[in-house]
């Protein structure tokens, strides 16, 4: 069964380096997001991506975050210089083209930030 | 706003004991309700989803009907194995045009012993 997945499955780096999270989503999927989960707290909403443009960001994703598709399978979240407070589990979906509710989510990468 | 709102966890139950998670959420118009599992060290899964009012959404046992009058989507499986032990989230998608963004509960924690 085709499956999203997210590479490194853990990151470690200090605060103010730059971090770039992988995701290869399923490949006949169009539609592409981001979440994040800090420990304990709820999956929250980062980003999603269509047609190789941001379709809807949350608060969350300030100018610190960007998001790519450099090829046709890989699906990029950068986060330019990380703080502390972005030290989260972050997970990649994607959906197919007409049904974007149901989302098909990566096993997550653990981010921590010292 | 929207908002999804669980029972607080963790939940530990007996090997074929009944099983309730409370999941009550808040949003505009008529969200779609999702159920998903994240079984350690693995992604979040699609367990079930119902898309309209009074549908009943079922997986491996799992059942959760949607109802509007309370707001409610809880999950029930009637007989817990050991391997239902994970943690599961309830969400909702926003519906509006354009919008595929999930808003999660914080998750509840099933431990299942034998």
């Known amino acids: 069964e085709p499956e999203v997945t997210q590479t490194p499955s853990h990151q470690v780096t200090q605060m103010g380096q730059e971090v770039i999270l992988r995701c290869v989503p399923i490949?006949?999927?169009?539609?592409f997001y981001w979440y994040r989960q800090i420990l304990g707290q709820k999956v929250e909403f980062l980003v999603s991506?269509?047609?190789?443009?941001?379709?809807?960001k949350s608060e969350i994703f300030d100018d610190q975050f960007s998001v790519e598709r450099p090829d046709g399978s890989n699906f990029t979240l950068k986060i330019r210089s990380t703080k502390l407070e972005d030290s989260a589990m972050y997970f990649c979906a994607s959906s197919e083209p007409g049904k974007g509710e149901t989302q098909y989510f990566g096993p997550g990468t653990r981010l921590l930030v010292l | 706003g929207n908002s999804v709102t669980q029972m607080e966890g963790p939940v530990t139950l007996s090997e074929e004991a009944f099983l309730t998670i409370n999941c009550t959420y808040t949003a505009t118009g008529y969200p779609s309700l999702f159920w998903y599992v994240q079984y350690p060290g693995e992604g979040l899964q699609l367990l079930l989803k119902a898309t309209k009012a009074d549908d009943k959404g079922s997986n491996k046992g799992f059942e959760a009907t949607y109802r509007k009058e309370t707001t409610s989507f809880h999950l029930e499986k009637g007989s817990v194995q050991v391997s239902d032990s994970a943690v599961y989230f309830c969400?909702?998608?926003?519906?509006?045009?354009?919008?595929?963004?999930?808003?999660f509960g914080k998750g509840t924690k099933l431990s299942v012993i034998p």
């Open positions: 991506f269509y047609n190789n443009e941001i379709s809807e």
């Open positions: 969400a909702h998608h926003r519906s509006g045009a354009g919008s595929y963004q999930l808003t």
């Open positions: 490949s006949n999927h169009l539609y």
